[in-house]
């Protein structure tokens, strides 16, 4: 609630009192305030009605800023899992040029087991992108900070290198 008072708050006409009646009547975005159209906002108690045609012009002004940069912010997050993904597959190319005898063994199977699940976890997180995008980024970051070094690692330190950025790719996808 406090976060979408401030928001509205950024808009001339409305400080903290309009907004909780602005939160009250269920317009607690800018969005909303600019789909609601004029009749809805002076039916706000205390509202200026020669102020209602500015706030409604404001709010839907600071919707579209807010959507463009909802957009930039999610193109990026696509490209750094893009970026992960590659990543990923120089991993798996890695380590079966370096452990071409050990591939056959039990590590081998556990690092090639958390290799396709770490691939299926950017899947999944890519698909999340546009509803949990501040989750998001704060994963890929986490997973991204975990993959740095791994690849000169040894099958095990490489092994849970890998589990390690798979569960922060996997707090994303949660719930």
């Known amino acids: 609630m406090k976060a979408s008072m401030q928001e509205l708050q950024k808009i001339k006409g409305i400080g903290e009192v309009l907004a909780k009646r602005l939160i009250e009547e269920g317009l ?5 305030i600019a789909e609601a159209g004029e009749e809805a906002i002076r039916k706000i108690r205390g509202m200026n009605p020669r102020a209602v045609s500015s ?3 404001q709010a839907s002004g600071l919707a579209e800023e807010g959507a463009k940069d909802r957009t930039r912010r999610v193109e990026g997050l696509k490209a750094v899992a893009a970026t992960l993904k590659d990543q990923m597959e ?18 081998g199977r556990k690092v090639e087991k958390e290799i396709l699940k770490m691939m299926a976890s950017l899947e999944r997180v890519e698909g999340k992108l546009g509803t949990r995008i501040k989750r998001a980024g704060k994963g890929l970051a986490k997973a991204e ?9 040894g099958l095990k330190e490489l ?12 707090r994303v996808v949660a719930k």
């Open 145 to 153: 900070k975990h993959l740095a070094g791994i690849a000169d690692q």
């Open 90 to 107: 120089g991993i798996a190319r890695g380590v079966r040029d370096r452990f071409a005898d050990e591939i056959q063994g039990k590590g």
């Open 55 to 57: 706030i409604i012009a």
């Open 159 to 170: 092994e849970k290198g890998l589990r390690k950025a798979r569960k922060s790719l996997k």
């Open 28 to 32: 607690d975005s800018n969005a909303k």
